[in-house]
T-cell receptor, first 118, second 112 residues
Framework: AQTVTQSQPEMSVQEAETVTLSCTYD???????LFWYKQPPSRQMILVIR??????QNATENRFSVNFQKAAKSFSLKISDSQLGDTAMYFC???????????????FGRGTQLTVWP | NAGVTQTPKFQVLKTGQSMTLQCAQD?????MYWYRQDPGMGLRLIYY???????DKGEVPNGYNVSRLNKREFSLRLESAAPSQTSVYFC???????????FGNGTRLTVT
């Protein structure tokens, strides 16, 4: 089974500063996808960013970027210019492409609660 | 554009009661999923449907059944609710089984 580990249960950052959330995963697969999802207090799960393992270039979405280290099996999320609206639980997730019995199942870490304070 | 819609948003059941959680998507996606989220845990897959007409067990299927009624709808049924099933349930849909998931807003279920 695949495992996803988020070692930081809670983090905080001041508004306008930069914060990095850590994620490591364990897999023997060569091709896979990695995601960061955000869950604000509204409970909605929102896709933040996606990375394909075969791409060496790190994904970027506006203020959100990742540091993908395939050999180290590390996938950290950097949030620049943090905003109060970034306060949320952040989940790292791993997906094997379809094939075999897993059919693209998404494996989640336990989450990091990020608080942005003024 | 509603995306993925779940009903109800909240539900309280007594042990042994049954109920069905409804999920519908208007994105014409092929794959649909049911997850549960418990405190301190990530989301765990209960059942999924890779395409219309197929369903498969996920990580924690015991105590649940599902129906993929058509391409739009995927329901989750608890036949005899137990306190261990107190959780927040999320339905999700994706274009294919290796596309990003789009989630509904969740159903908070309490079993007393």
């Amino acid at each position: 089974a695949q495992t996803v580990t988020q070692s930081q249960p809670e983090m905080s950052v001041q508004e306008a500063e930069t914060v990095t959330l850590s994620c490591t995963y364990d897999t023997s697969e060569n091709n896979y996808y990695l995601f960061w999802y955000k869950q604000p207090p509204s409970r909605q799960m929102i896709l933040v960013i996606r990375q394909e393992a075969y791409k060496q270039q790190n994904a970027t979405e506006n203020r959100f970027s990742v540091n993908f280290q395939k050999a180290a099996k590390s996938f950290s999320l950097k949030i620049s210019d943090s905003q109060l609206g970034d306060t949320a639980m952040y989940f790292c997730a791993f997906m094997k492409p379809r094939g075999g019995s897993t059919l693209g199942r998404l494996y989640f870490g336990r989450g990091t609660q990020l608080t942005v304070w003024p | 554009n509603a995306g993925v819609t779940q009903t109800p948003k909240f539900q309280v059941l007594k042990t042994g009661q049954s109920m069905t959680l409804q999920c519908a998507q208007d994105m014409n996606h092929n794959s649909m999923y049911w997850y549960r989220q418990d405190p301190g845990m990530g989301l765990r897959l209960i059942y999924y449907s890779a395409s219309e007409g197929t369903t498969d067990k996920g990580e924690v299927p015991n105590g649940y059944n599902v129906s993929r009624l058509n391409k739009r709808e995927f329901s989750l049924r608890l036949e005899s609710a137990a306190p261990s099933q107190t959780s927040v349930y999320f339905c999700a849909a994706s274009r294919t089984t290796d596309s990003p998931l789009h989630f509904g807003n969740g159903t908070r279920l309490t079993v007393t």
